[in-house]
C-alpha cells in the first residue's frame, strides 16, 4: 500500500542514520532538513514517536561527525540550533534523546 508502519519507520531511519559519518559535511544540511519535519512532530500520530527517536537518532550523528565541528558555517549552526529549538515544543526527553 506504499504506508509505513512505525517498526519501518525506525528501521529506514537507522539505516540512514549509519550512513550519515560517510557523509561529506555538504550534505549534512540535507540530513537536518530531511529529519526535522520528524522532530518537530509532523508526521501522523501512529508513528511519530518512532520517527522522532530515528530523527534524533540522525541530528546526533550529524552532530557527532568529524567534519562538521571544523567546516560548518555559523549559518549551519544556527540552522540545527534553530531545528532543536523548535523540536523542544515536542519532545520532553530532548536533552536523553541527544545523549547529552
Same mark, same amino acid.
Given at each position: 500500500?506504499?504506508?509505513?508502519? $512505525?517498526?519501518?519507520?525506525?528501521?529506514?531511519?537507522?539505516?540512514?542514520?549509519?550512513? &550519515?559519518?560517510?557523509?561529506?559535511?555538504?550534505?549534512?544540511?540535507?540530513? &537536518?532538513?530531511?529529519?526535522?519535519?520528524?522532530?518537530?512532530? $509532523? &508526521?501522523?500520530?501512529?508513528?511519530? %514517536?518512532?520517527? +522522532?527517536?530515528?530523527?534524533?537518532?540522525? &541530528?546526533?550523528?550529524?552532530? +557527532?561527525?568529524?567534519?562538521? %565541528?571544523? +567546516?560548518?558555517?555559523?549559518?549551519?549552526?544556527?540552522?540545527?540550533?534553530?531545528?532543536?529549538?523548535?523540536?523542544? +515544543?515536542?519532545?520532553?526527553?530532548?536533552?536523553?534523546?541527544?545523549?547529552?
Amino acid at each position: 500500500t506504499g504506508e509505513a508502519d $512505525g517498526s519501518d519507520v525506525l528501521a529506514l531511519g537507522d539505516l540512514a542514520t549509519t550512513l &550519515i559519518p560517510h557523509l561529506t559535511v555538504e550534505n549534512l544540511e540535507l540530513v &537536518i532538513r530531511v529529519f526535522a519535519p520528524a522532530l518537530k512532530g $509532523g &508526521i501522523e500520530d501512529k508513528t511519530m %514517536a518512532s520517527a +522522532q527517536k530515528a530523527g534524533y537518532r540522525a &541530528i546526533t550523528a550529524v552532530m +557527532q561527525h568529524e567534519a562538521a %565541528a571544523s +567546516q560548518w558555517k555559523v549559518q549551519d549552526v544556527t540552522s540545527l540550533w534553530s531545528t532543536l529549538k523548535d523540536a523542544r +515544543q515536542t519532545c520532553t526527553a530532548l536533552k536523553a534523546r541527544l545523549l547529552c
